[in-house]
């Protein structure tokens, strides 16, 4: 079945630090890819998505490219902030499939001054 | 404008209980969902519905009814509460027409079971 494979946290940099959380899927198909992130006491909040193969989503400084031959959708941010501390989840699903979200197991990120 | 809500935001009930969640959109969506986040934050779909009807049951116990009684609207009820039952539950809608891949979470419901 399709499943999503993040990297453990907890990830831990200092302000202004290049933020790689690595993200790898397995799909029948060909799914779209999304990043969600969880802040404190919130729910989830789309943080960037992508399509197909090759797309690049982008969002508040955060980046990610649609993989398709390393089957991978890493979140990468070249300077990470205090107030980007949070879970972070890669996530899958199909269109016409009432768009079912196959979540990883989130990676949290704490961010120091 | 809250887009997706839940009520309550917190609850804690003891075992055998029975409870109810609720849901609601205004975002015009005609599909809504159900996730469950555990302890250790992972999350999973438990339900969605398309324009009230079922379509998305995941091997969830029958304990958990969700109803719909219309497009914005969709209650979590549980019955003979359960300790693993305790967990954030999440209410989520998307549109469906035209095709839409984003889901709006509410802010979740953080169940406690005693």
């Known amino acids: 079945g399709d499943s999503v494979t993040q990297m453990e946290g907890p990830v831990t940099l200092s302000e202004e630090a290049f933020l790689t959380i690595n993200c790898t899927y397995t799909?029948?198909?060909?799914?779209?890819l999304f990043w969600y992130v969880q802040y404190p006491g919130e729910g989830l909040q789309l943080l960037l998505k992508a399509t197909k193969a090759d797309d690049k989503g982008s969002n508040k400084g955060f980046e990610a490219t649609y993989r398709k031959e390393t089957t991978s959708f890493h979140l990468e941010k070249g300077s990470v902030q205090v107030s980007d501390s949070a879970v972070y989840f890669c996530?899958?699903?199909?269109?016409?499939?009432?768009?079912?979200?196959?979540f990883g197991a989130g990676t949290r990120l704490a961010v120091h001054p | 404008d809250t887009a997706v809500s839940q009520t309550p935001k917190y609850l804690v009930t003891q075992m055998g209980n029975d409870k109810s969640i609720k849901c609601e959109q205004n975002l015009g969506h005609d599909t809504m969902y159900w996730y469950k986040q555990d302890s250790k934050k992972f999350l999973k779909i438990m339900f969605s519905y398309n324009n009230k009807e079922l379509i998305i049951n995941e091997t969830v116990p029958n304990r958990f009814s969700p109803k719909s009684p219309d497009k914005a609207h969709l209650n979590l009820h549980i019955n003979s509460l359960e300790l693993g039952d305790s967990a954030v539950y999440f209410c989520?809608?998307?549109?469906?027409?035209?095709?839409?891949?984003?889901?709006?979470f509410g802010p979740g419901t953080r169940l406690t079971v005693t």
């Open positions: 989520a809608s998307s549109p469906t027409s035209p095709v839409s891949y984003e889901q709006y």
């Open positions: 799909a029948t198909g060909y799914p779209s």
């Open positions: 996530a899958l699903s199909y269109s016409g499939g009432y768009n079912k979200l196959i």
